[in-house]
T-cell receptor
Framework: DVKVTQSSRYLVKRTGEKVFLECVQDMDHENMFWYRQDPGLGLRLIYF???????EKGDIPEGYSVSREKKERFSLILESASTNQTSMYLC?????????????FGPGTRLTVT | DAKTTQPPSMDCAEGRAANLPCNHS???????VYWYRQIHSQGPQYIIH???NNETNEMASLIITEDRKSSTLILPHATLRDTAVYYCIVRVAITNDYKLSFGAGTTVTVRA
């Protein structure tokens, strides 16, 4: 079974703090993704990576950065957390094979910025 | 990506089959049908996907009509743990298209 783990289930941070969200997958997947999910807005892609040290902006990259130094690990960084970044953050991974593009998600991190 | 239409909610009795419909009348020839579900406060979970043929795995079966304009996800023996929001997604499987567009989905409630 594919396993995607995220460093925290719940996190509370103060405005202006630097926040690190870690994601690890154990399926040797090439692709990794960071989404945020908000009520009424669905799932929105922040960044994705298709290889080590490679990254691409998604739909809402502003205020975020990412790091992928190892294949299995993809980190999301909030440089200076703001209250509008309070959300559920979801990491996912997928293979690079067209017939296996399904994405496997982690349990999510519910981040509250006060 | 083609748009999908799903009923907003449905109830199912525990132990019975749950049949979840999805309309995707504008689907094009190179688009796959994917199903995911999301249990409350958890990340989405991949269930199954298909292109033309019916598919079955340990979780569910996917029936795609011959004209591919609609599909049905079947949970053969629903349990209380299958209570979730189920999403039907149609997307092209190409290298540079990674977006997953989750619509409102169908909220499935399995009752004892």
């Amino acid at each position: 079974d594919v396993k995607v783990t995220q460093s925290s289930r719940y996190l509370v941070k103060r405005t202006g703090e630097k926040v690190f969200l870690e994601c690890v997958q154990d399926m040797d997947h090439e692709n990794m993704f960071w989404y945020r999910q908000d009520p009424g807005l669905g799932l929105r892609l922040i960044y994705f990576s298709y290889d080590v040290k490679m990254k691409e902006k998604g739909d809402i990259p502003e205020g975020y950065s990412v790091s992928r130094e190892k294949k299995e690990r993809f980190s999301l960084i909030l440089e200076s957390a703001s209250t509008n970044q309070t959300s559920m953050y979801l990491c996912a991974s997928s293979s690079n094979l067209p017939q296996n593009y399904e994405q496997y998600f982690g349990p999510g991190t519910r981040l509250t910025v006060t | 990506d083609a748009k999908t239409t799903q009923p907003p909610s449905m109830d199912c009795a525990e132990g019975r089959a749950a049949n979840l419909p999805c309309n995707h009348s504008t689907i094009s020839g190179n688009e796959y049908v994917y199903w995911y579900r999301q249990i409350h406060s958890q990340g989405p979970q991949y269930i199954i996907h298909g292109l033309k043929n019916n598919e079955t795995n340990e979780m569910a079966s996917l029936i795609i009509t011959e004209d591919r304009k609609s599909s049905t996800l079947i949970l053969p023996h629903a349990t209380l743990r299958d209570t979730a929001v189920y999403y039907c997604i149609v997307r092209v499987a190409i290298t540079n298209d990674y977006k997953l567009s989750f619509g409102a989905g169908t909220t499935v409630t399995v009752r004892a």
